[in-house]
């Protein structure tokens, strides 16, 4: 099983990292890796065009950045351990970035879209 998460478009809100039966997630806070240079924030498998680059998506920014529920942007989620995933898909309806792809061994390919 693959995990990862699209950088720019993570909202930092924790919910795969409090979802998650296995902890596949780890939240990073941004300013210890500022533009994703340090390899902090992008220590998982995500791809180059989604990595983090400093550079937040606009428009998940605009909808969620104002949002006092919980904490917002100051860390993002980093699918560490991708591996121990179960597909309980958990992750998947709580993602507000809807930014969390999961690829299970055969290659079906599971995408977050906010519940
Ligand atoms: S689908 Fe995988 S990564 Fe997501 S919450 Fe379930 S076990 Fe964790
Ligand atoms: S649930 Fe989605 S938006 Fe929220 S921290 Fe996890 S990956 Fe980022």
Redesign the pocket.
């Known amino acids: 099983?693959d995990?990862n998460v699209n950088k720019p478009h993570c909202t930092g809100c924790s919910h795969?990292f409090d979802?998650?039966?296995?902890a596949?997630?780890e939240m990073r806070e941004i300013a210890k890796d500022p533009d994703g240079s340090k390899g902090y924030i992008n220590a998982d498998n995500t791809p180059e065009d989604k990595k983090w680059k400093g550079v937040e998506d606009k428009t998940y920014y605009d909808k969620w950045h104002d949002q006092t529920c919980h904490e917002h942007y100051t860390k993002k989620s980093v699918?560490i351990n991708?591996s121990?995933?179960?597909?309980?898909?958990?992750?998947?309806i709580e993602c507000e970035g809807e930014c969390?792809t999961?690829t299970d061994d055969q290659g079906q390919v599971y995408q977050s879209i906010y519940k």
Do not use: K, S, T, Y
């Open positions: 099983m995990v795969c979802v998650c039966p296995v596949v997630f699918a991708g121990a995933c179960i597909l309980c898909q958990a992750c998947l969390i999961i």
